[in-house]
């Protein structure tokens, strides 16, 4: 009995293990390479069903692209310091979210925008922010927003 128990965790384990690995297709790693070319210690996962991340760093700074199973590229972030804010942005901080702490600053871009993400707390609320260079918000979550979206798209997921 203790021998079957063994040999399904280990089982179970491969499984997961196997699921786990991500592979995309060759034509995400080629436009992963185009675009992103002298990137180290690259790590894939799935981040929805068509769509690809890759972490990795660059240039020394850690940072992530994501691109749909055609290879098209949808999105960029890297980890920026607060030193690299540019100062319309630092003061929109400043103004719009005093009393909020900021912890992670990175940079994000896609096809629409370009911008700073930006993760915000207080004592009872987390958001994340995205202000455009200019230092105008174009985005605002709630980390409960943020939920509410997750679940959402696990649901649909769930139900295909």
């Given at each position: 009995?203790?021998?079957?128990?063994?040999?399904?965790?280990?089982?179970?384990?491969?499984?997961?293990?196997?699921?786990?690995?991500?592979?995309?297709?060759?034509?995400?790693?080629?436009?992963?390479?185009?675009?992103?070319a002298g990137a180290k210690s690259?790590?894939?996962?799935?981040?929805?069903?068509?769509?690809?991340?890759?972490?990795?760093?660059?240039?020394?700074?850690?940072?992530?692209?994501?691109?749909?199973?055609?290879?098209?590229?949808?999105?960029?972030?890297?980890?920026?310091?607060?030193?690299?804010?540019?100062?319309?942005?630092?003061?929109?901080?400043?103004?719009?979210?005093?009393?909020?702490?900021?912890?992670?600053?990175?940079?994000?871009?896609?096809?629409?925008?370009?911008?700073?993400?930006?993760?915000?707390?207080?004592?009872?609320?987390?958001?994340?922010?995205?202000?455009?260079?200019?230092?105008?918000?174009?985005?605002?979550?709630?980390?409960?927003?943020?939920?509410?979206?997750?679940?959402?798209?696990?649901?649909?997921?769930?139900?295909?």
């Amino acid at each position: 009995m203790k021998n079957f128990v063994v040999l399904t965790v280990a089982l179970c384990l491969i499984s997961f293990s196997a699921c786990s690995q991500k592979n995309p297709p060759e034509n995400v790693k080629k436009e992963f390479s185009q675009k992103f070319a002298g990137a180290k210690s690259i790590k894939w996962v799935t981040e929805k069903e068509n769509e690809w991340e890759a972490e990795f760093k660059l240039n020394g700074k850690e940072m992530s692209a994501c691109f749909d199973n055609a290879g098209k590229w949808l999105e960029t972030e890297a980890e920026v310091s607060a030193k690299e804010l540019p100062v319309a942005v630092a003061n929109t901080l400043k103004n719009e979210f005093s009393g909020f702490k900021t912890d992670e600053f990175s940079t994000i871009e896609n096809p629409e925008m370009n911008g700073f993400e930006i993760a915000l707390k207080n004592k009872e609320t987390e958001l994340t922010v995205i202000i455009g260079a200019d230092g105008t918000v174009l985005k605002k979550e709630s980390a409960e927003e943020n939920k509410k979206e997750s679940n959402n798209e696990k649901d649909e997921k769930d139900e295909k």
